[in-house]
């Protein structure tokens, strides 16, 4: 059987949305935007130390989560595999849920780089950090 899907759609939550430092990783495999949406209520957000630019971490949690907004991407099937190598530890990709009740490929955070993290998960997303950091 042949797979005739010629994009896969990627959910992005810091430096690599629209504007943002690292946004020309996906633009420049292909990558267009496709529209902005929450997670579930079940993640917490960080913000990772020993990144530049800054990055963030998002992990699913059991208890106490929060939405958090994100971007989704569609990326080019045969470009996937080139950004996705390109993600440094403890950033990782996964499978979110979202608040439509939809699933998508995105970045999550290996739970260790949390431990000394701050915790963002009240502020919703990465450019409330942005406006509120600056």
């Not at 504007?19 to 495999?29: E, R, V």
């Not at 907004?69 to 190598?85: D, H, M, Q, R, T």
């Amino acid at each position: 059987m042949t797979n005739t899907a010629k994009f896969i759609n990627v959910a992005v939550c810091g430096a690599h949305m629209t504007g943002l430092p690292l946004n020309t990783q996906l633009t420049s495999l292909g990558g267009t935007f496709v529209q902005e949406i929450c997670t579930t209520p079940d993640y917490k957000f960080f913000k990772l130390n020993g990144f530049t630019p800054a990055r963030p971490g998002l992990l699913k949690v059991a208890n106490e989560g929060f939405a958090i907004s994100l971007e989704i991407w569609k990326l080019p099937i045969e470009n996937y595999g080139a950004f996705v190598s390109g993600v440094p530890a403890p950033l990782g990709f996964g499978t979110l849920s979202l608040a439509d009740g939809s699933c998508v490929n995105g970045f999550l955070c290996e739970h260790y780089a949390t431990l000394d993290a701050v915790d963002i998960s009240h502020l919703g997303g990465w450019r409330h950090y942005l406006k509120v950091a600056s």
